[in-house]
């Protein structure tokens, strides 16, 4: 079956540096979400991509679909410690999430 | 209410117990979803409502797993005979529209389950 494979599995950077997790797909997406996960909390809704390369930004967070459309990656630019969280992505349809990018971060 | 909600916050069940786990999606969505999330682990699919139509159940793991949305809104996902794996936490998320109009998921604050 469709499966969605997140790298790496947990990330520490010291606060300022960049991040990145890359979600891949054994499959064509028709569309792919990003969560947000803190500790103790539960999903939040970042971003959905749907366009064969596409990129969108939120402040210090690049979101972009890959142009086969089988992965994705979000790229946060000089960390804070309000990063902190698990980083999930979904395939759309399929409702299928990635086991999430663990990302901690010391000031 | 403003978002999604569910209740209890905890639950502590025995081995062989029943539990019953209720979501109250925002109003007026349509879709809802029930999610299981082990520890360190993302959501796994459990079973998905249109209104108050069982689409697609096929994430239940077992037969002692069952979920209703009798009047398309409330939910209620019910386990019976509770095992130890099922410990897990319980996530509830609804949405505009259908889901293959992949609007995003509302998840509520979860229900956590124990089974000792």
């Known amino acids: 079956g469709q499966q969605v494979m997140q790298i790496p599995q947990y990330q520490h950077v010291q606060e300022g540096e960049d991040f990145t997790t890359y979600c891949n797909s054994s499959?064509?997406?028709?569309?792919i979400q990003w969560y947000k996960q803190r500790p103790g909390g539960h999903p939040v809704f970042l971003i959905q991509?749907?366009?064969?390369?596409e990129v969108k930004k939120q402040k210090r967070l690049t979101f972009q679909f890959g142009e086969a459309k089988k992965n994705s990656s979000l790229h946060i630019t000089a960390t804070q410690t309000t990063d902190v969280g698990t980083y999930f992505c979904?395939?759309?349809?399929?409702?299928?999430f990635g086991k999430g990018t663990t990302l901690s971060v010391s000031s | 209410g403003a978002g999604v909600s569910q209740s209890p916050r905890y639950k502590v069940a025995k081995r062989g117990q029943d539990v019953a786990l209720r979501c109250d999606p925002i109003?007026?969505?349509?879709?809802l979803f029930w999610y299981q999330q082990a520890l360190g682990q993302g959501p796994e699919f459990l079973t998905y409502?249109?209104?108050?139509?069982?689409?697609?159940k096929s994430g239940l793991p077992s037969d002692r797993f069952f979920a209703e949305r009798p009047e398309g809104s409330v939910s209620t996902l019910k386990i019976q005979r509770t095992q130890q794996e099922d410990s897990a936490v319980y996530l509830c998320?609804?949405?505009?529209?259908?889901?293959?109009?992949?609007?995003?998921?509302?998840f509520g604050n979860g229900t956590r389950l124990t089974v000792t």
């Open positions: 109003s007026g969505h349509v879709s």
């Open positions: 409502f249109q209104n108050e139509a069982q689409l697609d």
């Open positions: 499959t064509t997406l028709s569309n």
């Open positions: 998320a609804s949405s505009l529209v259908g889901r293959w109009e992949n609007s995003p998921l509302h």
């Open positions: 979904e395939a759309g349809t399929a409702l299928i």
């Open positions: 991509l749907v366009k064969s390369g």
